[in-house]
């Protein structure tokens, strides 16, 4: 079994920047792909980033393409997301997800694991 952990949300200003991190425990980390998602009120969830086993490649929502940064590091176990210039319309839980792939996942039906998700709300 994984278990997935997201920290680092909270409240921002418009413009501002979180860091969220997810710490994975579980299975061997450095084999899942991992992704982050995010929901709205009253929208369904949607695909923020992804990023490989490795850490080699990744692939971004065109929305958060230049704003957004995914990382891990798989000696800590841990995916992160990193978010610049933060919109209003960006304000939902964000999800971290693990899944056993080499490649880039995108769908959220692809994954195995999910996290509890952590509330983001960017304040204008």
């Known amino acids: 079994q994984v278990h997935l952990v997201e920290s680092g949300g909270g409240l921002v200003q418009v413009g501002g920047s979180l860091r969220l991190s997810c710490a994975v425990s579980?299975?061997?980390?450095?084999?899942?792909?991992m992704g982050w998602f995010r929901q709205a009120p009253g929208k369904e969830r949607e695909f923020v980033a992804t990023i490989n086993w490795t850490g080699g490649r990744t692939l971004y929502a065109d929305s958060v393409k230049g704003r957004f940064t995914i990382s891990r590091d798989n000696v800590k176990n841990t995916v992160y997301l990193q978010m610049n210039s933060l919109k209003p319309e960006e304000t939902g839980v964000y999800y971290c997800?693990?899944?056993?792939?080499?490649?880039?996942?995108?769908?959220?039906?692809?994954?195995?694991?999910w996290g509890q998700g952590i509330q983001v709300t960017v304040s204008s």
């Open positions: 579980g299975r061997t980390f450095s084999t899942y792909a």
């Open positions: 997800a693990a899944d056993y792939a080499i490649g880039l996942v995108t769908k959220a039906s692809k994954y195995d694991y």
